[in-house]
């Protein structure tokens, strides 16, 4: 969870606005296409029950990277992020305070911190980053799954002045103590570091610093 301090805001569970990329060959801001996406994963055999049985009122939006929108008091700011199939990262202003959220994304080949990701991040007080591999696993065969390592979040959050990572998208195959090694190796990297887990929860202070 991350929280305003002294700021609590409620929102209407009967209607809920889906907001996100357009699939590969939809037309940039095609709603029906998100809307088709859903529906097309919430049926057989994937799942047994479909959109229509959500207890709330469904809208879907699309946008494209790059795209700014409001959604209630925040300001939203997309940026493509580097997947199969594509994807997008997102910041998240309100007040002054800055979240980054850019998990499904993988890293550049060729050592080079992806321009679009450092640009969306410059600043943020909070970086959540695809931490899903160790080098080793990701060197080994893993390459163009969409994925990244703890110590490329690293390279990211000090190149654009972050104030805190988060490291997201835990492998199914790493268990608690594994993760929390990474966590400790990366925090040689980068010491503002901590691995999500549940129960995690960042207050955004009046002054702007993160703290776990």
């Not at 959050?157 to 790493?174: E, N």
Request: with cysteine; hydrophobic share 40%; net charge negative.
């Amino acid at each position: 969870m991350i929280s305003l301090r002294s700021q609590t805001y409620f929102t209407n569970c009967h209607r809920v606005t889906v907001v996100g990329p357009a699939p590969a060959g939809a037309r940039p801001h095609d709603d029906e296409a998100v809307r088709a996406a859903f529906a097309a994963q919430m049926r057989a055999p994937h799942f047994p029950v479909g959109l229509e049985a959500m207890g709330s009122t469904l809208a879907f939006r699309a946008i494209a990277p790059g795209e700014p929108i409001a959604i209630g008091p925040a300001d939203v700011q997309a940026a493509a992020a580097t997947h199969p199939n594509g994807c997008l990262a997102y910041r998240i202003e309100h007040r002054g305070r800055t979240l980054v959220y850019a998990t499904d994304t993988e890293h550049e080949a060729s050592g080079r911190i992806d321009p679009s990701l450092l640009a969306l991040a410059r600043g943020a007080d909070v970086l959540i980053y695809d931490a899903q591999y160790t080098p080793e696993e990701y060197r080994a065969g893993k390459q163009g799954w969409g994925h990244s390592t703890a110590e490329e979040g690293a390279r990211l959050a000090a190149a654009a002045g972050v104030g805190q990572l988060v490291l997201f998208h835990h492998d199914p195959s790493h268990d608690d103590a594994q993760i929390a090694r990474i966590e400790s190796a990366t925090r040689c990297r980068f010491p503002r570091t901590a691995a999500a887990r549940e129960g995690l929860r960042i207050t955004l202070d009046p002054a702007g610093e993160a703290a776990a």
